[in-house]
């Protein structure tokens, strides 16, 4: 999440009206992540998320993610819901930029993740692939490989400026995973493909709610996985814990059993995982612009992860043993 348009309120007052939500109370925005423009809203009736599309999010997805929102919590999976307006619309438009309410989820996300939210956040991702199942619509990864390389482009020649030797290393990592990603034979259907901590909700150590729908596409279940063992397994110092690695993947396993295929993946699909997020963070590091109220992320945290999976040799080196 991020701000990037400002809502001035005579705006966010025509706005609203389209909606049977309340007054508004107050209407905060939030600076964590790096995509869209949100909000906090707080009405007399309830508490919503406002959302202006920005960036890498084309108008033509936004029936997907919505849809696929009221897919997922019509299956019982936890999970925001898109707010209708007074016509049935779930989509508007405001300061220029497709923007839609949804609900608000109870819950705090975990700064510091135990292995105990990982075995809850390895349960709730296998819950999500099998409840997208029958979803009617589907949508590409715009950032698989294919991706990587247009993001690659984007930050050619600046990447050394980050980190000495970054630009030949992100060159030679894409020559590497492109043929091993083409040859991979995967179970696929609907994933998240952004389940960080910040868009996991936890009350205690149960978790409460998914967010932040808008990277879901159709791509491999394993490689979900894979963003969540870069995304909740390392510990600051950039070592990866075996024991978090551990409960994640046997509490997905035991939700929903992995393949020999998937299992034989894992390392590869970590390993171009990482890639992604530290192309996409170094990308937003470089072209981030100035005033933007968002909080930039390091990609050379990024960068740490590549090179253990580099390493890696199967899954017994992420702390687990079928």
Known sequence: MAVYTEVPDEDLAVFLKAYDIGEAVSFKGIAEGVENSNYLLVTTKARFILTLYEKRVERSDLPFFLGLLEHLSAKGLNCPQPVKARDGAVLGELCGRPAALVTFLDGVSVRRPT????????????????????????????????GWRTLERSARGRGDAVAGGLDALIAEELDALEPAFAALDLPTG???????????????????????????????????VAICLNAWCFEPNGEFNVTKGGALLAAYHAARPLSEAEI???????????????LTRLV???????????????????????KFHQRARGVADYGWRP
Request: glycine content about 8%; charged content about 20%; proline content about 6%.
């Open 190 to 224: 609907v994933i998240h493909a952004d389940l960080f901590p910040n868009n996991v909700f936890f009350l205690g150590d149960r978790l409460s709610g998914l967010i932040d729908f808008y990277f879901a596409c159709d791509d491999a279940f394993a490689y979900d």
């Open 264 to 278: 034989a993946a894992l390392p590869i699909l970590a390993r171009g995982a990482a890639l992604r997020f530290m």
């Open 284 to 306: 937003d590091w470089l072209d981030t612009p100035p005033g933007a109220l968002v909080k930039k992320l390091d990609p050379l945290e990024y960068l740490k992860k590549l």
């Open 115 to 146: 292995a105990a939210h990982c075995a809850e956040l390895g349960r709730a991702l296998a819950e999500l692939h099998e409840a997208g199942k029958g979803f009617g619509l589907t949508r590409p990864n715009a950032l698989s490989v294919a």
